[in-house]
């Protein structure tokens, strides 16, 4: 018998959490985009097989309607290379990834623009532009991200938040990192989410600041001060997803074992936590960006153009929540 044949048992016998076999959660999402009008989007640099791939479907499913910002002559060379039509799509030609980047938030400051679409430059160069305060896309909200996703091995929509903005926020941050992803979840169909605030125990300890810091997020809610969800931490991360985790330690709340959102220490660990539920897990994800002006569709430059199509269905969810048909 192999190293391996004990962990395969014990997975068989005892998983997770009773789920389906498939994916369940993403294309509900594509679903319910069917009957709302594609949004405007600028899509900032696609200049890759997938993110240019992931554009031209998008608008091929009705979710958005794209103006491509980018070397006009090189994006089309690239259709071109692909077999992707991209005719019918208005083309602003901006010769860096700083011009582009540029062009697309100025797009989205005017209302020309109702989302903005990564493309295949780095996240860095994007939001820089996005986040400046006189001419970015801030509102009073502090601008987080939010990992979508769809792992077979959990039954319900799961959010991590923030795995790809905030390197090491400060607590007001985190209220904000909070309250964006409750309002993501609302927008998703979940309407009174589970908020676990993860550390790596369960009692607040004062030599562990993630713990203290969920007790006070907690205290908060209880007073009114984030509003629409459920929270509950500090909580491990076994406990927030595995009712037979949370029975084992004696914890009992409505959060535990069925948290549909995961509120990470920092960006490291949510990062790595992403990462390991998609490498690993087998999970899809799709990324978002909330509290600027318009919804930011950011995906990672690896990611697949099925996955730039579910951001951009969040993207369009997200923004019909925010502005009514």
Same mark, same amino acid.
């Given at each position: 018998?192999?190293d391996l044949a004990?962990?395969?048992?014990?997975?068989?016998?005892?998983p =997770?959490v009773?789920h389906?076999?498939?994916?369940?959660?993403?294309?509900?999402? =594509?679903?319910?985009c069917?009957c709302?009008?594609?949004?405007?989007?600028v899509?900032?640099?696609p200049?890759?097989?997938?993110a =240019?791939?992931?554009?031209?479907?998008a608008?091929a499913?009705?979710?958005?309607?794209?103006?491509l910002v980018?070397p006009?002559?090189?994006m089309?060379a690239l259709?071109?290379k692909?077999g992707?039509?991209i005719?019918?799509?208005p083309?602003v030609?901006a010769?860096s990834?700083?011009?582009?980047?540029?062009?697309?938030?100025?797009?989205?400051?005017s209302g020309?623009?109702?989302?903005m679409?990564?493309?295949?430059?780095?996240?860095?160069e994007?939001?820089k532009?996005?986040?400046?305060?006189d001419?970015g896309l801030? %509102?009073?909200?502090?601008? /987080?991200?939010v990992?979508?996703m769809d792992?077979?091995a959990?039954?319900?929509?799961?959010?991590?938040t923030?795995?790809?903005?905030n390197?090491?926020?400060?607590?007001e941050?985190k209220i904000?990192i909070?309250?964006?992803?409750?309002?993501?979840?609302?927008?998703l169909?979940?309407a009174?989410?589970?908020?676990?605030?993860l /550390?790596?125990?369960? %009692?607040v300890n004062?030599k562990?600041p /993630?713990t203290m810091?969920?007790a006070?997020?907690c205290?908060?809610?209880?007073?009114?001060?984030? %509003?629409?969800?459920? =929270?509950?931490?500090?909580?491990?991360?076994d406990?927030?997803?595995?009712?037979?985790a949370?029975r084992?330690?004696?914890?009992?709340?409505p959060?535990?074992?069925?948290?549909?959102?995961l509120?990470?220490?920092?960006?490291?660990s949510?990062n790595m936590?992403a990462?390991?539920l998609e490498?690993?897990g087998?999970?899809q994800l799709?990324?978002i960006?909330?509290g600027?002006?318009?919804?930011?569709?950011l %995906?990672?430059r690896?990611? /697949?153009?099925?996955?730039?199509?579910?951001?951009?269905a969040?993207a369009?969810?997200?923004?019909?929540a925010?502005?009514?048909?």
């Amino acid at each position: 018998m192999s190293d391996l044949a004990p962990i395969a048992e014990a997975v068989a016998v005892d998983p =997770l959490v009773p789920h389906p076999p498939d994916y369940h959660v993403f294309h509900k999402f =594509l679903e319910r985009c069917k009957c709302l009008k594609a949004i405007t989007t600028v899509v900032c640099w696609p200049m890759s097989d997938v993110a =240019l791939k992931g554009a031209v479907e998008a608008a091929a499913a009705g979710l958005i309607e794209p103006t491509l910002v980018g070397p006009e002559s090189a994006m089309k060379a690239l259709a071109a290379k692909i077999g992707a039509d991209i005719e019918s799509f208005p083309i602003v030609n901006a010769e860096s990834e700083a011009k582009a980047a540029e062009i697309c938030v100025a797009m989205c400051r005017s209302g020309e623009s109702q989302a903005m679409m990564k493309g295949s430059l780095h996240t860095d160069e994007l939001m820089k532009v996005a986040m400046q305060r006189d001419t970015g896309l801030r %509102t009073r909200r502090r601008i /987080s991200h939010v990992f979508v996703m769809d792992t077979p091995a959990y039954a319900r929509t799961l959010l991590i938040t923030d795995a790809a903005i905030n390197i090491k926020p400060e607590f007001e941050d985190k209220i904000h990192i909070v309250q964006n992803a409750i309002d993501l979840a609302h927008a998703l169909g979940v309407a009174e989410p589970k908020v676990a605030l993860l /550390s790596a125990v369960e %009692t607040v300890n004062p030599k562990i600041p /993630s713990t203290m810091e969920a007790a006070a997020l907690c205290k908060m809610a209880d007073r009114g001060q984030i %509003t629409g969800g459920i =929270l509950d931490g500090p909580l491990a991360f076994d406990t927030a997803v595995s009712v037979k985790a949370a029975r084992i330690k004696h914890l009992n709340s409505p959060v535990t074992g069925q948290a549909d959102i995961l509120v990470v220490p920092d960006l490291e660990s949510g990062n790595m936590l992403a990462k390991q539920l998609e490498y690993l897990g087998g999970a899809q994800l799709a990324g978002i960006v909330l509290g600027a002006r318009v919804p930011v569709i950011l %995906t990672s430059r690896a990611d /697949s153009a099925e996955t730039r199509l579910t951001s951009c269905a969040v993207a369009v969810l997200l923004h019909y929540a925010n502005h009514p048909q």
